[in-house]
């Protein structure tokens, strides 16, 4: 079956230029997961939703980021006035159950703001 | 703070010797144990996973890791490496299931013929 998949796969954008990153989970997969890769930090937890939940929005780095979850599945990481220090590669996951489960990513996005 | 430990960024070995990758965490109870892999430009894919029972776990492409409580560890192993598991190597935990990964720095491997 269809991996989880995000779009785009680059993106380019100039400082203080706002962006939305998709995201599209496993069909059926209830939980879904936003990390951020980048060298100097390593990977690190943004925000993830579980089913009808509040997401746990615990490693936001900022409020200029934020995350929809639309009818429980496509999920929009937005970034407003986008910084340098932004530039990573953001990467999604899914898991179908919350005990004892494994999450699934995709290939991420390469996000660059000159 | 919940932390995990890959002390080795870059590791080098011979293609057909053993490899074995350290990971540490630290953390009250016994976490919840991963080890992705991700080769150049591509996502990650998990190797295996700890949650409970027996501590040594087989996973894909030939890989295992053992669970020590004792040592809060939980290392990678292959007995023989093949230029294809050249990549970069993340060990992981959950502190409770479904939660969130908190990843090491990750290991880098390279393989010399």
């Known amino acids: 079956g269809a991996g989880v998949s995000q779009s785009p796969s680059n993106k380019v954008t100039e400082k203080g230029k706002d962006v939305e990153l998709r995201c599209d989970p496993i069909?059926?997969?209830?939980?879904l997961y936003w990390y951020r890769q980048s060298l100097g930090q390593g990977l690190e937890f943004l925000i993830y939703f579980q089913g009808n939940s509040a997401p746990d929005k615990s490693g936001l780095p900022s409020d200029r980021f934020s995350a929809e979850r639309t009818g429980g599945s496509v999920s929009t990481l937005t970034i407003q006035r986008t910084q340098q220090e932004d530039s990573a590669v953001y990467l999604c996951?899914?898991?179908?159950?919350?005990?004892?489960?494994?999450?699934?990513f995709g290939p991420g996005t390469r996000l660059t703001v000159l | 703070a919940q932390s995990v430990t890959q002390p080795d960024i870059h590791i080098t070995v011979s293609e057909g010797a053993s490899l074995e990758l350290r990971c540490n965490y630290s953390?009250?109870?016994?976490?919840?144990l991963f080890w992705y892999v991700q080769s150049p430009g591509q996502g990650l894919q998990l190797l295996l996973k700890y949650f409970s029972g027996d501590t040594l776990v087989q996973g894909i492409k030939g890989f295992e890791a053992e669970f020590k409580r004792s040592q809060s560890s939980f290392n990678l192993r292959k007995p023989s490496v093949h230029w294809s598991d050249a990549a970069e190597y993340f060990c992981?935990?959950?502190?409770?299931?479904?939660?969130?990964?908190?990843f090491g720095k990750g290991t880098t491997l390279s393989v010399s013929s």
């Open positions: 992981a935990v959950a502190l409770q299931a479904g939660t969130a990964l908190i």
């Open positions: 996951a899914s898991s179908s159950t919350v005990r004892t489960d494994t999450q699934y």
């Open positions: 069909s059926g997969h209830t939980a």
């Open positions: 953390y009250g109870a016994t976490p919840y």
